[in-house]
């Protein structure tokens, strides 16, 4: 039980700690010095009430508030041609500690194509590009980090050092993203004791030095999703129906004290939200993963899926709108161990994005282990 509790803290925990998409998307104050020339600075934070089954010293149900997730972002604009954000971190999946998740510029070569450099997200699922204050649901603090392996785990919070191109054609309908990046930190957070390029187990194992390549392509049949960085839910603001798929490989990625293979990724997201079903909007998301280390790392090799649902109602009451969902995610690595989520709530949607309160049932079975029930209440603002 203390290991399954453990690791189902550190997901999380981890959970709240990966993208932060457009700064658009946020309330922060903007200034502006000039033609194309501006800084926006903003906050945001995740905290929760959460309460487990079997979690307490003495056995019974534990009660514990935390403060999940702290964010200080700043975006700045030089020229129409060369754009940057600067992004912070303190979470549970950081230990605490605050970290740089996003330092990075953007270059602006045509409307269509841009090269982003520096630390950001890497090409990968609709997940790991919206993360837990945009994921499907509305956020809240939630994100599929159990199906999602790489956000999770790889970077510094699902960011990579590297270089990408961007494109977004057919009046943003179809994105494509491809780059080169460090990938030294694939299985950061998994515990299965993942060596650096620059251990001593990498110079008596030979290994090589090579950098990890992920792309992604999206297309909209619908609405349009401008952007790099997404969102999986829109809130009745727009109609989507997409699809993306994208792939990530880095030989010699997966590296252990005793052996050294090729790792991949791979994975196809779907997402589809429709305005005017009913007396609301109606979102459903699907996710499926295939994963491959070589054998070296069974725990993170495997196959992996994810589905939700969810109804935002369109008539307020109070301050906000509710929004019940339902979602279920599942990864049946290659060790035998099958571990599964289900979470039932809801959501009360204040603002998009900025002010938003999620109640949720969530159950967590691994096998091998005593299922887990936990209840958790959270609150998330951005300004």
């Known amino acids: 039980m203390s290991f399954k509790l453990k690791k189902s803290l550190t997901m999380i925990s981890l959970a709240v700690a990966s993208a932060l998409p457009a700064m658009s998307a946020n309330a922060g104050a903007t200034i502006t010095f000039g033609e194309d020339k ?13 309460t487990v089954e079997d979690a307490a010293a ?6 514990d508030f935390s403060l999940n997730s702290a964010r200080l972002y700043v975006s700045g604009s030089m020229n129409k041609y060369i754009k940057g954000m600067l992004n912070t971190e303190r979470s549970g999946g950081g230990n605490g500690n605050w970290e740089v998740i996003d330092a990075n510029v953007q270059f ?20 790991n590009m919206a993360g837990p204050y945009y994921s499907s649901g509305g956020g809240g603090g939630y994100w599929a980090n159990i199906s999602s392996r790489y956000g999770w785990n790889g970077g510094v919070i699902g960011r990579d050092e590297g270089v990408a191109i961007v494109g977004s054609f057919l009046e943003d309908k179809l994105a494509v993203s491809f780059g080169a990046f460090e990938g030294n ?7 299965v004791g993942a060596q650096s390029q620059s251990s001593a187990a990498a ?7 090579n950098l990890m390549y992920a792309g992604r392509v999206q297309l909209d049949l619908w609405d349009a999703e401008p952007g790099y960085y997404g969102t999986g ?7 989507i129906l997409a699809i993306g798929i994208a792939g990530r490989q880095k030989a010699d990625g997966a590296l252990s004290t005793t052996a050294v293979g090729d790792y991949s990724s791979y994975s196809i997201d779907f997402l ?37 649902a969810g109804y935002l109602f369109d008539t307020p009451v109070g301050w906000g709108k509710f929004m019940p969902f339902v979602r279920h995610q599942e990864f049946d690595a290659d060790n035998n161990i099958k571990t599964e989520r289900t979470d039932i709530g809801v959501n009360y949607v204040i603002a998009p994005y900025n002010a938003l309160i999620s109640a949720e049932y969530q159950k967590t079975d691994v096998t091998g282990a005593s299922n887990t029930d936990a209840i958790l209440i959270s609150l998330q603002m951005q300004f």
Request: no cysteine; hydrophobic share 35%; charged share 25%.
């Open 203 to 209: 110079t008596a194992l030979g290994a090589e030095d």
């Open 272 to 308: 589809l939200e429709k305005k005017n079903v009913g007396p609301g909007t109606l979102s459903l998301e699907a996710a499926y993963y295939d994963y491959d280390t070589d054998k070296v790392f069974l725990a993170e090799e495997g196959d992996a899926y994810y589905v939700g």
């Open 58 to 63: 003495d056995g019974d149900r534990s009660n």
């Open 185 to 191: 930190n694939i299985f950061r957070f998994s515990g």
């Open 108 to 127: 602006q070569l045509t409307p269509e194509v841009a090269i982003w450099a520096g630390r950001f997200l890497s090409p990968s699922d609709r997940a």
């Open 38 to 50: 501006s800084i926006s600075v903003g906050f945001g934070f995740i905290t929760s009430y959460s």
């Open 233 to 239: 839910n829109y809130f009745g603001a727009k109609d």
